[in-house]
T-cell receptor, first 111, second 111 residues
Framework: EAQVTQNPRYLITVTGKKLTVTCSQN?????MSWYRQDPGLGLRQIYY???????DKGDVPEGYKVSRKEKRNFPLILESPSPNQTSLYFC??????????FGDGTRLSIL | GESVGLHLPTLSVQEGDNSIINCAYS??????FIWYKQESGKGPQFIID?????DKRQGQRVTVLLNKTVKHLSLQIAATQPGDSAVYFC??????????FGAGTRLFVKA
């Protein structure tokens, strides 16, 4: 089954404790992206990757890092999480010019 | 700045009626528009898309209309069903891999 898998689905943690949200896709897509979703703001793009070892900033990259060492994986790293990063996060993948397939989301709470 | 927005945050319709969800965009250079449906606890799902060289596209029970003159996009759902209850997002592709989402409209279907 074609899918985008995020882990964990839920996480409550404290300010400053480094965390990683993993994202994996099994569709051999070149393009992957991370979004955060906040009430009234829709989805805002954090980072995207056009292929292995190629990443670029989206609209709200501050406080986040990503890496793309393999085509199927695109982890999101919060080196020093802060409460304003409490949000619902989505990973997506697609072929170039294709529609995006989204994971089911990761709800992060930073206390 | 670039923005994609929605005219109404909430829409309530009677089961069996047609639904129309509207969206305004501001970047006249955008060439690809997508509608997504998001159900509770899930990531956005592709519904239908349209390129800027078209003004109408039909799918199964859904139609997307694009008016480039006034930068307006709409999603029409025929014979709305309870399973159509969700949040609907329009998205604008501004070239390459950058996608901007609107804030979303919540559709309620009354039985």
């Amino acid at each position: 089954e074609a899918q985008v898998t995020q882990n964990p689905r839920y996480l409550i943690t404290v300010t400053g404790k480094k965390l990683t949200v993993t994202c994996s896709q099994n569709m051999n897509h070149e393009y992957m992206s991370w979004y955060r979703q906040d009430p009234g703001l829709g989805l805002r793009q954090i980072y995207y990757s056009m292929n292995v070892e190629v990443t670029d900033k989206g609209d709200v990259p501050e406080g986040y890092k990503v890496s793309r060492k393999e085509k199927r994986n695109f982890p999101l790293i919060l080196e020093s999480p802060s409460p304003n990063q409490t949000s619902l996060y989505f990973c997506a993948s697609s072929q170039p010019d294709g529609t995006q397939h989204f994971g089911d989301g990761t709800r992060l709470s930073i206390l | 700045g670039e923005s994609v927005g929605l005219h109404l945050p909430t829409l309530s319709v009677q089961e069996g009626d047609n639904s129309i969800i509207n969206c305004a965009y501001s970047n006249s250079a955008s060439d690809y528009f997508i509608w997504y449906k998001q159900e509770s606890g899930k990531g956005p799902q592709f519904i239908i898309d349209i390129r800027s060289n078209m003004d109408k596209r039909q799918g199964q029970r859904v139609t997307v209309l694009l008016n480039k003159t006034v930068k307006h996009l709409s999603l029409q759902i025929a014979a709305t069903q309870p399973g159509d209850s969700a949040v609907y997002f329009c998205a604008e592709n501004t070239g390459g891999f950058k996608t901007i989402f609107g804030a979303g409209t919540r559709l309620f279907v009354k039985a």
